[in-house]
């Protein structure tokens, strides 16, 4: 157990629909960072936070936002849900974002879109 | 150009043997880490082993040491005694500053099974 959670676990919605995935990081982490990993493909980083701040925004949509909350947890919303949105969306969390800190990652949201 | 490159999609090993995954990475940076994940069937991602850059002895956790090789610019798994829990996909990751930010890159992953 990493100590990062996740929820839901599984996500079954329609197409043009808008969904909320919610990571709580391990204690004492200040950053987030959310991945999205389509079928049998590599992990895609979508955005950190750290703090509450947004640090870094990797190959995010505009359809899909973020945010980290005062008692550091973090929610992603993907809007107009497209069939190629289905994935599993992990969140992982770690210190402070040094060159050595490691990320933990939750079990993920296994998302499907149909 | 590939940051992080694992030259090898799926490996087939015999239970017990060792099993070496190759990961070389590209960096100009002086100051990096690199990382190793196993994501079983299951699907979650689960951090194996840390080596910095600057680290002189190759880390290793229990089963797992990684090989080092600086001016090769390697930075492969190896697992000793192979399990059957053991088949999974393996990503090796490299932390590098990006952007005034220490950014995450992976590599495409090993899909290793290890057969009894």
């Known amino acids: 157990d990493s100590g990062v959670t996740q929820t839901p676990k599984h996500l079954i919605t329609a197409t043009g629909q808008r969904v909320t995935l919610r990571c709580s990081p391990r204690s004492g982490d200040l950053s987030v960072y959310w991945y999205q990993q389509s079928l049998d493909q590599g992990l895609q980083f979508l955005i950190q936070y750290y703090n509450g701040e947004e640090r870094a925004k990797g190959n995010i949509l505009e359809r899909f936002s973020a945010q980290q909350f005062p008692d550091l947890h973090s929610e992603l919303n993907l809007s107009s849900l497209e069939l190629g949105d289905s994935a599993l969306y992990f969140c992982a969390s770690s210190g402070a974002g040094t060159v050595t800190d490691t990320q933990y990652f939750g079990p993920g949201t296994r998302l499907t879109v149909l | 150009a590939q940051k992080i490159t694992q030259t090898q999609p799926g490996m087939f090993v015999q239970e017990k043997e060792a099993v070496t995954l190759d990961c070389t990475y590209d960096?100009?940076?002086?100051?990096?880490?690199l990382f190793w994940y196993k994501q079983p069937s299951s699907g979650e991602m689960i951090f194996l082993i840390y080596q910095g850059s600057y680290d002189e002895q190759n880390a290793t956790e229990g089963r797992y040491s990684l090989n080092f090789q600086k001016a090769r610019k390697s930075a492969n798994l190896v697992i000793s005694a192979s399990q059957l829990g053991d088949s999974a996909m393996y990503f090796c990751?490299?932390?590098?500053?990006?952007?005034?930010?220490?950014?995450?890159?992976w590599g495409a992953g090993t899909k290793l099974i290890i057969k009894p």
């Open positions: 960096t100009s940076d002086q100051s990096y880490g």
């Open positions: 990751a490299m932390r590098e500053l990006m952007d005034s930010n220490y950014q995450l890159i």
